[in-house]
């Protein structure tokens, strides 16, 4: 069994990305590292090259600015460097997801355990949104508490807007959400412990290629009932580059809520009378 690991960044210094902390983070664990690298205006690429390991292929590529419908570049990006993957199964991260060492061995076991089970697709995790710092982590349906970041490499899978997966049927021109089985594992997700200025420049640059327009970012404007304190461990590969603030981030107790934190609120409700888990799903669940 072969386990490729493949990721896009561009201008990762610039924004803010712990893009190195993530790659280290799964190398000892994948026989193949593919990072597409597009041209950017810092020291990505030379921060890439510079962590030395063997396993990682480097691809430069150039982004196409004119393309600014629905996010489609980022789908262009992450396909770039999957396409490249010669693994059984393709293990996608983003620049600011992070894997814990102790689950190493259980992502190479799930991956084992379903490598003969054609029903699996993909595997998923469970997410840690962290936010504000270090010690502080979101609980909300806002908030996906799990996705899919593992795949085969012999799906016919694309990426519409480097978010999630669809795989193409049989029938072509059908897609569909990839059905994935859960790893055992989490992926420690840290874009939102980055400075506010940092989320503020990234935010401002990327919105183009959604078609949006950049709003100004505040931490503490947040709905305070989805905050939650962090009791565990930090994967050793991120520990120097997180903020060294104690306790549990604050936000405005004042803070307006907006009619989709409200939604949300509601939602929650739902999901505590209920039992059920309401955060939004890119994957088909495969039971055991």
Same mark, same amino acid.
């Given at each position: ?9 561009? *201008? ?9 902390? #993530? ?34 292929? $480097? $691809?430069? #590529?150039?982004? *196409? ?41 259980? /992502? ?5 355990? *379903? ?42 899978? $694309? ?23 859960? #790893?055992?594992? #989490? ?25 949006? *327009? ?23 590969? $991120? ?44 994957? /088909?669940?495969?039971?055991?």
């Amino acid at each position: 069994m072969k386990i490729s690991a493949f990721t896009f960044i561009k *201008n990762g210094t610039i924004f803010g990305f712990p893009f190195t902390e #993530s790659i280290r983070s799964v190398l000892p664990v994948v026989d193949e590292f593919v990072v597409n690298v597009g041209k950017g205006d810092d020291d990505t690429l030379e921060r890439v090259r510079q962590i030395g390991d063997p396993k990682i292929r $480097i $691809i430069e #590529s150039h982004w *196409n600015d004119k393309m600014r419908v629905s996010g489609y570049v980022y789908g262009q990006q992450k396909m770039i460097a999957q396409f490249n993957c010669t693994g059984d199964w393709a293990f996608y991260l983003e620049g600011d997801e992070v894997v814990h060492e102790n689950e190493l061995d259980t /992502i190479v076991n799930a991956c084992r355990a *379903n490598l003969d089970d054609e029903r699996v697709e993909a595997l998923s995790f469970d997410y840690y949104h962290f936010y504000g710092n270090a010690n502080t982590y979101l609980d909300s349906p806002r908030w996906y508490r799990r996705a899919a970041r593992i795949i085969r490499t012999s799906v016919r899978s $694309i990426a519409p807007d480097g978010l999630f997966w669809h795989v193409l049927t049989d029938r072509s021109k059908v897609a569909r959400y990839p059905r994935a089985a859960h #790893s055992g594992a #989490s992926i420690y997700h840290y874009g939102w412990v980055r400075s506010e200025s940092e989320m503020n420049r990234k935010s401002e640059y990327i919105q183009k290629y959604w078609s949006k *327009n950049h709003e100004r970012i505040d931490y503490r404007e947040i709905d305070p009932r989805i905050v939650r304190e962090f009791t565990g461990t930090h994967p050793a590969v $991120i520990r120097e580059w997180l903020p060294k603030e104690k306790g549990v981030f604050q936000p405005n107790p004042d803070h307006l809520l907006t009619s989709r934190e409200k939604k949300h609120r509601i939602m929650a409700r739902f999901e505590k009378w209920f039992g059920w888990e309401l955060s939004k799903k890119h994957y /088909i669940a495969v039971k055991p």
